[in-house]
């Protein structure tokens, strides 16, 4: 079988980097629960405040730098294209760290902060200048007065879910970062890639909801276990 590689990571690999997230600050932002911002319910009722926050949180991107755990995933995928085999990153996190430590072939499932949509003409578009501040960006090819966060909100489908697939169907070697296995439909792939007779590793401080005795587990951070993992994850594929 020819090999074929699926990288997952969530939120410990984005925390090794200072990236906040809902679970700090006791959960709160302005007094609100997460599932009270991060809806379509909560933009369609109250948008300025879905605004000002991640307004807030695509400004907080200019303080946090990729750690080298982004680092060591980059080189791991810069390695298997050198080699000719495929390595794709899934990631759950909407920061761009990934890109900015030299990341390819990636699937950000859950949307990035970085990108803005439009509700009316679903015109995409990088954003990454307009960071502060509370004003609402318009649609440059409608004109439609305010773009989204393009970021999947609780009870929104996931984005890539159809390539998510196709990489999975082929996976021989699935390595799992910094998740803790209880998000689906991402929580499912280490399941799905063991069933189908993957390898598959996992790094996280403590052991994932998911894990299971068959999957080879680095416990720590990422940003101090991975350099070394990717090192032995190589050697054992040969490039
Ligand atoms: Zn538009």
Same mark, same amino acid.
């Given at each position: 079988m020819k090999t074929q590689i699926v990288?997952?990571?969530?939120?410990?690999?984005s925390a090794d980097s200072g990236v906040a997230t809902f679970r700090d600050h006791g959960g709160l932002w302005e007094g609100h629960r997460p599932e009270e911002v991060a809806t379509p319910q909560a933009w369609a009722a109250d948008p300025a405040m879905v605004w000002r926050f991640y307004q807030m949180r695509r400004a907080s991107l200019k303080d946090v730098e990729p750690n080298p755990g982004h680092f060591a995933i980059a080189e791991l995928q810069r390695r298997a294209k050198t080699a000719g085999v495929p +390595?794709?990153?899934?990631?759950?996190?909407v920061d761009d760290l990934h890109e900015r430590a030299g990341?390819?072939?990636?699937?950000?499932?859950?949307?990035?902060?970085? %990108? $803005?949509? +439009? @509700?009316? +003409?679903?015109?995409?578009?990088t954003n990454d200048h307009d960071? @502060?501040?509370?004003?609402?960006i318009p649609c440059r090819s409608c004109g439609y007065? %305010? $773009?989204? #966060?393009?970021?999947?909100?609780?009870?929104?489908? #996931?984005?890539? $879910?159809?390539r998510i697939e196709e990489v999975m169907a082929g996976c021989t070697q699935f390595l799992s970062v910094g998740t803790s296995g209880v998000v689906y439909p991402a929580a499912g792939l280490l399941h799905l890639a063991r069933s189908r007779g993957a390898e598959t590793w996992v790094n996280s401080l403590d052991p994932p909801e998911n894990m299971d005795a068959r999957d080879r587990f680095f416990p720590g951070r990422g940003a101090e276990v991975l350099p070394g993992l990717v090192e032995e994850f190589c050697s054992e594929l040969g490039f």
């Open positions: 990288i997952l990571t969530g939120a410990g690999i +390595c794709t990153l899934v990631t759950q996190n990341s390819t072939d990636l699937l950000h499932m859950h949307g990035e902060l970085v %990108k $803005l949509r +439009c @509700e009316r +003409c679903d015109h995409h578009e960071l @502060e501040g509370d004003r609402w007065e %305010k $773009l989204r #966060p393009d970021i999947v909100w609780f009870g929104e489908i #996931p984005f890539h $879910l159809d």
